[in-house]
């Protein structure tokens, strides 16, 4: 916290009024950066995640071209997996892929434990070095939730259906529920290292857990989430949770102890808070739209800040993440008029 001047985003995550809506946007590190791509050239996501100094490059770049309010960590949801004892390799042009799936309750019983400091020291070396010496923002470190987690582990990858996850955990409950169990506390120990290396916040990604009902999500997977967030009951970093396609879920995210909910382009900002959000809001534009004309970015970017700052507690941001056919200039543009605009709204409101 030493380093930081502008705290807009820590503010609004807490629910305080802010003089601007603050704005970060989902992998806005690397993929569609020019700076980016000549790295890659070089390097694998392993390789860049390994090299605290060139990790902790990518992770401050797009604070220096963009101007958002934060950073976010330049890695990815499986990195904590291999210690775990899961083969992992993100293939480019298909995502993670794992070579030993969990198939039984053996598996699960194999699976080993997280230490951070010697599993991950390069990744709490690079959250030291941005927060020491290289940021003015606060860092976002982040987590996959287990359910997301558990999909690859058992898929051995991407799915477009979970057809292998959702069947071990209708018929093999105890299975799923050891598998959630390790994967809870796994998150706990991780997230928990980065708070401790200098992380202001963290976001807990659930990006596929949309593909269950409200139903199995309140039997087969907020106990263990309640677990997690009781887990952050002394921290004072604030906990986001974002899932994509979940609309249906933002009321049982509500019920959790956490601090910000991020909403998807499917639920506007105004219609969650009737629904009877009370918690932060982060979110929402369709990262689609940073293709299309600028008027229509603007048009839409306009609507959900009057929507956002129609009470404290609001964090623009995109409903997925940024893509590679993105340019960055729309990006800084984007960030520019969000500041800008958010900040007359505001004034106009005082």
């Known amino acids: 916290m030493k380093n930081i001047t502008n705290d807009s985003f820590l503010k609004a995550a807490k629910g305080e009024q802010t003089n601007h809506v603050p704005v970060w946007y989902m992998r806005q590190a690397g993929r569609s950066q020019p700076q980016y791509r000549e790295l890659k050239e070089k390097y694998s996501l392993f390789e860049i995640t390994h090299q605290p100094e060139l990790c902790a490059y990518v992770t401050r770049l797009p604070v220096e071209m963009y101007d958002v309010d934060a950073a976010i960590l330049y890695k990815d949801i499986m990195t904590p997996l291999p210690a775990l004892g899961i083969d992992v390799e993100i293939v480019s042009g298909v995502g993670p892929v794992i070579d030993n799936p969990i198939r039984s309750k053996e598996d699960v019983e194999k699976l080993g434990e997280l230490s951070p400091e010697e599993d991950i020291s390069y990744i709490l070396e690079t959250i030291k070095l941005l927060t020491d010496e290289q940021l003015s923002v606060p860092l976002i470190g982040f987590g996959g939730a287990p359910f997301t987690l558990a999909s690859y582990m058992i898929e051995g990858g991407p799915s477009k259906n979970y ?66 967030f009781y887990g952050f009951k002394n921290e004072k970093a604030p906990i986001i949770m974002h899932g994509v396609g979940a609309s249906h879920l933002a009321l049982e995210w509500n019920d959790l102890p956490l601090d910000v909910i991020g909403l998807d382009w499917r639920l506007p900002i105004r219609e969650a ?35 956002g700052i129609e009470k404290p507690g609001f964090i623009f941001n995109l409903g997925h993440g940024v893509f590679p056919d993105v340019k960055p200039e729309t990006l800084k543009k984007l960030t520019a008029f969000i500041h800008e605009y958010s900040a007359m709204k505001m004034k106009q409101s005082q």
């Open 273 to 307: 808070r009737n629904l009877g959000i009370t918690k932060a809001v982060q979110g929402n534009l369709d990262p689609a739209l940073l293709i299309s004309s600028w008027e229509m970015i603007e048009e839409r970017a306009r609507d959900i800040i009057d929507q």
């Open 163 to 228: 057809h292998k996850t959702k069947a071990l955990m209708y018929s093999e409950p105890e299975t799923w529920a050891l598998l959630m169990d390790k994967l809870a506390d796994m998150t706990i120990v991780y997230l928990k290292a980065q708070i401790n290396a200098g992380a202001s916040a963290v976001q807990l990604f659930d990006s596929w857990v949309g593909a269950l009902s409200r139903q199995d999500y309140r039997t087969y997977i907020k106990p263990h989430m309640e677990k997690i």
